[in-house]
DNA sequence: CCCTGATTCGC
DNA sequence: GCGAATCAGG
């Protein structure tokens, strides 16, 4: 989609209301992503805002080193390539301990709350408000879709000429009670 | 995991 | 000029 002067407008409007990359995304409709966002609103020169990386702090973690370009506006972004490891340093290098994702003897099925729910989660009940173990289906959503494939299936079903759809009654929707 | 903004770079 | 991919921090 084009930047018309409308768009933009809503994008600077926007960011320097203190809006995010997304939420402007999102007002601005599909097609647009937080990046397109982002991306336009630096060309704009609009810029500045906190952002959460920036403050990072310094510090002169190795040194020695060298950076030849230490002109960097910001995070310098590194080709894993050209890096070449400092010989002298690192005298004890552990082989990154992978994060086992260790499921022990008790773990909990962890259901999926009220609280849990986001964009991308599958927002299927399952069971009824108010009882103990009332939960949300929790398993990926399907993209811009607010339930997994298995829900959208049975949530969007095709409208059926009536007549067609007077016998096979609807299947048993989460929360209906007989 | 989710999120944030920043930067790069092929198109 | 555009924005996906990627980075880096919360």
Redesign the pocket.
Known sequence: ???TDERIETLRKGWEGG?????IAEELGE??????V???????GL???????????GEAVEAVAAAPAAK?????????EAVEAPVLAAPVEKPAPRRATKVVANSKPAKTTLLDL????CKWPIGHPGEPDFHFCGQ?SKPSFPYCEEHCLVAYQAQLPRRDRSRPPPPMMPGMRR
């Not at 809006?19 to 939420?23: E, M, R, V």
């Not at 097609?31 to 397109?36: C, E, I, M, Y």
């Open positions: 989609m084009a930047w809006k995010t990359a997304s939420q097609g647009v992503s937080r990046n397109a982002i991306g336009k609103a630096h060309r704009l810029q500045a805002r906190p952002s959460p990386v920036k403050g990072g702090e960097s506006p910001a995070a310098p972004r590194a080709k894993p986001s964009e991308r989660v990926p």
